[in-house]
């Protein structure tokens, strides 16, 4: 407990949110298309995902692909739908493998039909939740997430509490993340888990993502260990 000094909460955040943006720039320095910084991006996923359940995480979200990057070039959307085709075929087995759960929150009926269809096999071919749970937030919008929970409250037919509100969210039984990391050197959320950051802890990297490394994470988590985390209360 003491190493990280954390005194108030644990010192590895239990749920961790990942925002991995700096792709087409870090393809862009080496003069590469864009697709080879998204082929770079999920080989150092794979990477971090392993060490941050080896650290400890229990649940870790990663905003693959929002609803308003899929208004992006059809060459830059085909080279992401070609990497998530090969992720979801095979490249699952190993962290499945730890005992690590696959969930897919975002709306996959907007991915093509084959694409959707190898997420939700994929899926399937997850782990029991014993070594955690990977999220994959893919054609995510946080504003659409909580208008399509508003429109099944409705449909409901009953007015609910936030706890039941939550039940209706694409992220029903998780926990709220502790830690939300964005990569890239941009300062804001893009319609990322909106509800659910209210009091989620924030870390900015100006590293690129492919070169975001697993001592990186190493040191969001130490900054995350140093924060006093109150909820609005006082201590
Ligand atoms: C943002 O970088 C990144 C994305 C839009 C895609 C991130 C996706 C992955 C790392 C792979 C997901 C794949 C699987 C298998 C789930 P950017 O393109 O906006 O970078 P830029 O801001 O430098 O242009």
């Not at 080496?30 to 080989?43: E, T």
């Not at 995480?57 to 090969?86: M, W």
């Not at 897919?104 to 997420?119: N, Q, S, T, Y």
Request: contains cysteine.
């Amino acid at each position: 407990m003491a190493a990280y000094g954390g005194e108030t909460h644990e010192r590895i955040p239990a749920h961790v949110a990942i925002i991995m943006d700096g792709n087409g720039r870090w393809a862009k320095k080496r003069l590469l298309p864009r697709s080879a910084g998204h082929r770079a991006g999920v080989k150092r996923m794979v990477k971090l995902a392993e060490h941050a359940f080896d650290s400890g995480v229990k649940v870790l979200t990663l905003y693959a692909l929002s609803v308003e990057n899929l208004h992006r070039p059809q060459e830059e959307l085909q080279g992401l739908f070609s990497l998530i085709r090969e992720y979801f075929s095979g490249d699952t087995e190993k962290i499945a493998a730890r005992g690590v759960a696959l969930r897919v929150i975002g709306e996959i009926g907007l991915l093509p039909e084959d694409v959707a269809r190898l997420i939700e096999e994929g899926i399937k071919k997850g782990g029991d939740g014993s070594g955690g749970t990977l999220v994959f937030a893919i054609a995510y919008g946080a504003r659409q997430e909580i208008v399509r929970a508003v429109n099944r409250a409705v449909a409901a037919g009953k007015e609910v509490t936030e706890a039941q509100f939550c039940e209706f969210l694409d992220t029903a039984g998780l926990p709220d993340p502790d830690l939300l990391i964005r990569t890239g050197r941009e300062r804001r959320l893009s319609n990322f888990l909106l509800f659910q950051s209210a009091y989620t802890e924030f870390y900015f990297s100006d590293k690129l993502f492919p070169d975001f490394s697993n001592r990186d994470l190493d040191a969001a988590f130490a900054s995350y260990a140093a924060r006093e985390r109150r909820f609005g209360r006082i201590k």
